[in-house]
């Protein structure tokens, strides 16, 4: 067992285990955060993904001594009570159908717009080509991520606007 | 945040002491403290939950009595602020039928939707209406529903009428608001009439289906919330992280257990050397009987390590299991049928096919699919108090508590099910295998554990839905009539698995429990959809050399034997326009069967206005198929393909591009036409709609459950693709055209939804490549190498 101190969503954790235990089970079992979900432990499918230093990384396959810096997880994307604009955009667009890999797909969502902003079909079908969902919900996610955005993208133009003004 | 999910309150409160737990130090601290019992006895316990203190981790004492339908009380409770809690004997897969139950509901009842809420599947609080299955939520199991609603409405309305001194036909209710017409000053609330109150009204009927009270359902022309598209109630917890899944249970002293699968089909166990884990950190035990073996540790990462390290000596069987996945059609055309339906004959076909001027003959090939749930089977069971609560997203809640009940000899009123949301299940999934397990474990360690199964177990073990061998010819007169017509297809699905049974479940069958009749399984001829002068329908069904303990095992999976059939059935009528040269669509429409019965009739016509509404939204060029060959590396055609399932219609229409030097086939757009009757939530129907396109998409184009002689050699998302994001539609239309051709008939019912769209698509896309090549594929699914081998064949 070796002693670990983990920050994730803003908190610092401190704990006593296997340092080869995969995150995943970690966030979900001892900081009983269930957003990244097991699906594969292969980092296969994305269920489990949490995002770290701005990458979208597979928790399930990741050693949580191997991790240095702070993790978000789903439940760390809403802010002061306000949902983060591309779980918004999930909500508006309906996307899930059981919803278990949704997880998955909005966190590697997060992580491609954080990177580019306004990617083009080809980018976000790439971006997120690994991400899987057995119900089929891709053509949902991708008009999700579509509008995700452009509520980003606004949200920034308000906020200029506002420091102009 | 938002903590509302549809799980049942006193459950979720105490989860939610356990789930916010910071460290595993506190959790196992916090084992000692005293929670509040979530023991619910019968109806009587909807509005308070039971306070007893309880010791942790225990369920309270008592006897799960079933939830009595005849009760209006168990499908309805008022609240004093004038909300309503709707408890229903439903499960939901995914497509958000709880938000169309409660639309029906609040709708019949006269409440603003957003002051209601839905309870479902859990055994001791709901009745039993069997779960889901069978595309069944609207068609057959809302009708209760509604009956219910509408008699409490018409109850409401009475002691309305009796509170406010105005008779019953001088009131108007609105929002849950009873007003004297004439002075709607004289009012009074659902709330203040019943809140926290129970109605003891008895229903008739002599089944669930048939509850009903003395109010009459409205006709549909007065739904004002039916027919809308409130936004699905379970997505919002979804997306903000907040929902608790069957797969997020945790208990006080509860420990994690991970199967030890035999390495090859058939093999026995011959010896297990426990001191291979002993040492391990958190070790618990082996649980084992005949080939069943688990290890259970303190912690999941533990179990996992237990589980790969046991050493378990196998022994493997003396004879092959069953063929490899490549040569298995050669083997089911040639194995002796386990049995044989009575066809189906119209006309003389023998003398048809002799006098036919073209007579043209093709096999198809369909593989073992599976369900692959994104999570692998998982449930949770807590043997208190010498009782058994299983927290499982199984969609047969009610069946797993029998089926768990009589596989540990257990009297049915100490067990529960507590059904919570899970990955997607559409049909008899490993949900059902890991239920027992984890009964079977709780039970033997006396402590609560969770059970989850690995990748490669979920992908090469789950059921599958049933190979399928199929063999077709038809006959075309002179002027291109289809005339004659034979079908016959073979299905590999000797020893069907049912749900829950305590005997076929997996872990029963590794500990060498035997049925004594396999289920015969069935391999379905398709829907007769067209006129056909002279036809002949045949099935049988075939099994695989090992019967018993074999991960090649059969359940349903979405419209059971639809898509296979249907791939054949649809193929082929295209395969029969080609050779009549003439549009494939009119070719379909000429032979519309005119049924004489009312039924007939009805679906007649609507077929005709799918097919019309489908080739008007694609804009249908009509012409023969195939197109003029393109030139360059991309070539590009479209298919149609129609089907129904009772009574839900549905035409669909896809358009592909095929690489001619990959082989790799793009699903560009699907159109699809969809006419399910009464439609409740429309935004919800056209989601699962799409889906279930794309559920097809996939099954066409990746899905094949693989093997070799010993083992399923399909283990994971590598070796069982699956459509992915890069090749999904560029376009999906989905049009729903659902309305009733006979204005004599008072009110049109909702059929189901769930199934229908995924029948037509796998012939929809085999003929689109068609017309894009000239190929015609008649094995699936259509992976590139495939695609490329057939094109290099013809010398495209």
């Known amino acids: 067992m070796s002693n670990i101190a983990l920050k994730v969503n803003g908190r610092i954790h401190a704990l006593d285990v296997d340092a080869s235990t995969p995150l995943l089970y970690i966030l979900r079992n001892d900081l009983s955060l269930q957003g990244p979900r097991f699906g594969c432990g292969l980092g296969q499918c994305g269920a489990c993904t949490v995002i770290v230093n701005g990458a979208a990384i597979r928790s399930c396959v990741t050693p949580v001594s191997a991790v240095k810096s702070e993790i978000t997880t789903l439940e760390g994307l809403a802010k002061d009570g306000k949902l983060h604009p591309l779980q918004q955009a999930w909500i508006d667009e309906q996307v899930p159908q059981c919803g278990f890999c949704q997880n998955g797909q909005i966190m590697t969502a997060k992580a491609l717009l954080d990177k580019n902003p306004h990617p083009n079909d080809a980018q976000s079908r790439e971006g997120m080509n690994r991400t899987l969902c057995r119900c089929m919900t891709y053509y949902r996610v991708q008009a999700a991520i579509k509008r995700g955005a452009k509520m980003i993208a606004d949200t920034h133009a308000a906020a200029e606007k506002e420091v102009v003004a | 945040m938002t903590t509302f999910t549809n799980i049942p309150k006193h459950v979720e409160e105490e989860l939610e002491k356990w789930t916010l737990t910071p460290s595993r130090r506190n959790f196992l601290k916090s084992a000692g403290l005293l929670v509040v019992s979530f023991s619910a006895a019968g109806t009587g316990s909807l509005v308070t939950p039971v306070n007893a203190q309880t010791p942790a981790g225990s369920q309270g004492a008592g006897a799960y009595h079933d939830p009595d339908f005849h009760q209006l009380d168990s499908w309805i409770v008022i609240h004093e602020d004038n909300t309503a809690t709707f408890y229903v004997g439903k499960t939901d897969c995914g497509q958000g039928t709880g938000t169309s139950f409660r639309q029906l509901m609040s709708d019949e009842l006269d409440m603003a939707y957003d002051k209601t809420t839905c309870i479902m599947g859990s055994t001791d609080i709901t009745v039993d209406q069997g779960g889901s299955g069978g595309s069944t939520a609207m068609e057959r199991d809302a009708w209760p529903m509604r ?205 048809a096919f002799t006098s036919a001027a073209t007579v043209i003959e093709a096999d198809y090939d369909i593989p073992f699919q599976g369900h692959t749930a994104i999570s692998p089977a998982h449930a949770m069971a807590d043997p208190s108090n010498g009782q058994m609560t299983i927290y499982s997203n199984d969609m047969k809640s009610y069946g797993m508590r029998r089926g768990v009940a009589t596989f540990l000899g257990m009297p049915q009123d100490q067990v529960r099910v507590v059904w919570m949301e899970g990955p997607q299940g559409f049909g008899r999934t490993a949900a059902d295998d890991a239920g027992c397990e984890a009964a079977y474990i709780a039970k033997e360690i006396g402590r609560p554990v969770r059970v989850q199964w690995m990748r490669d177990e979920e992908t090469a073990w789950d059921t599958k839905a049933p190979a399928f061998a199929v063999k077709v010819r038809g006959g075309l007169d002179a002027a291109g009539n289809l005339v004659a017509y034979d079908y016959n297809a073979r299905a590999a699905d000797y020893n069907h698995l049912g749900y829950n049974e305590p005997d076929t479940v997996l872990i029963a069958q590794l500990m060498g429990v035997r ?78 069967k005119a049924g004489t019965d009312d039924d007939g009739a009805f679906r007649r016509a609507r077929s005709i206005a799918v097919l019309k509404t489908v080739a008007e939204t694609y804009d249908w060029d009509y012409r023969p198929s195939p197109k003029p060959r393109g030139s360059g590396d991309i070539l590009t055609g479209r298919g149609v393909a129609y089907a129904f399932r009772n009574q839900t219609v549905v035409a669909e229409i896809v358009e592909v591009e095929v690489n001619r030097r990959t082989g790799h086939v793009w699903v560009k757009r699907l159109v699809c036409a969809h006419d399910c009757g009464l439609i409740v939530n429309p935004e919800a129907l056209r989601h699962t709609v799409e889906c279930a396109m794309l559920h097809s998409v996939s099954r066409t184009l990746h899905e094949e459950v693989q093997f070799n002689t010993e083992k399923v050699t399909s283990t994971d998302w590598n070796s069982y693709p699956t459509l992915t994001h890069a090749d999904t539609p560029e376009r999906i239309d989905v049009v729903l055209v659902n309305g009733d051709p006979n204005p004599k008939r008072s009110d049109l019912a909702p059929y189901g939804a769930g199934e229908t769209a995924c029948k037509p698509l796998l012939a929809a896309i085999a003929n689109a490549i068609y017309d894009a090549t000239g190929v015609r594929l008649r094995r699936v699914p259509f992976r590139p190498a495939r695609v490329l081998a057939a094109l290099e064949t013809a010398r495209v």
């Open chain 2, 515 to 592: 049925r004594s009749t396999p289920a015969a399984g069935s391999a379905a001829t398709p829907s007769d959809m067209y006129a056909i002068p002279h036809r002949r329908m045949s099935s049988q069904v075939v099994g695989l050399p090992l019967l018993w303990e074999t991960p090649v095992r059969t359940g349903n999976l979405r419209d059971p034997n639809g898509p296979q059939s249907t791939f054949a059935s649809e193929s082929f009528i295209d395969e029969l326009a080609a050779a009549a040269k003439a549009d494939p669509l009119e070719f379909r429409m000429k032979m519309l």
């Open chain 2, 147 to 351: 009956r219910a609603a509408a008699e409490a409405r018409r109850v409401l309305l009475e002691m309305g009428s009796a509170r406010l001194g105005v008779p019953v036909d001088q009131l108007a209710v609105n929002a849950g608001v009873i007003a004297a017409k004439a002075d709607p000053s004289k009012s009074v609330t659902y709330g203040q009439l019943v809140g926290g109150k129970r109605f003891n009204v008895t229903l008739t009927g002599n089944n669930v289906n048939a509850a009903t009270g003395m109010a009459k359902v409205k006709p549909v022309g007065e739904y004002k919330i039916v027919g809308q598209s409130p936004q699905r109630y379970d997505i919002p917890a979804k997306v903000d992280g907040s929902l608790k899944w069957a797969v997020d249970v945790k208990l006080p002293g509860m420990v994690h257990a991970r199967n030890v699968k035999p390495p090859v089909a058939g093999a026995k166990v011959i010896g297990i050397d426990e001191s291979s884990v002993r040492g391990l950190p958190g070790f618990v035990k082996v649980v084992s009987k005949g080939n069943y073996v688990a290890v259970v540790c303190e912690r999941e990462e533990q179990a996992i390590k237990g589980a790969k390290q046991l050493k378990v000596n196998w022994e493997k069987p003396a004879t092959a299991p069953f063929p490899s996945s490549e040569e298995l059609f050669q083997y089911m055309r040639g194995a002796t049928p386990t049995s044989s339906s009575k066809p189906i004959v119209v006309g003389n076909p023998d003398t």
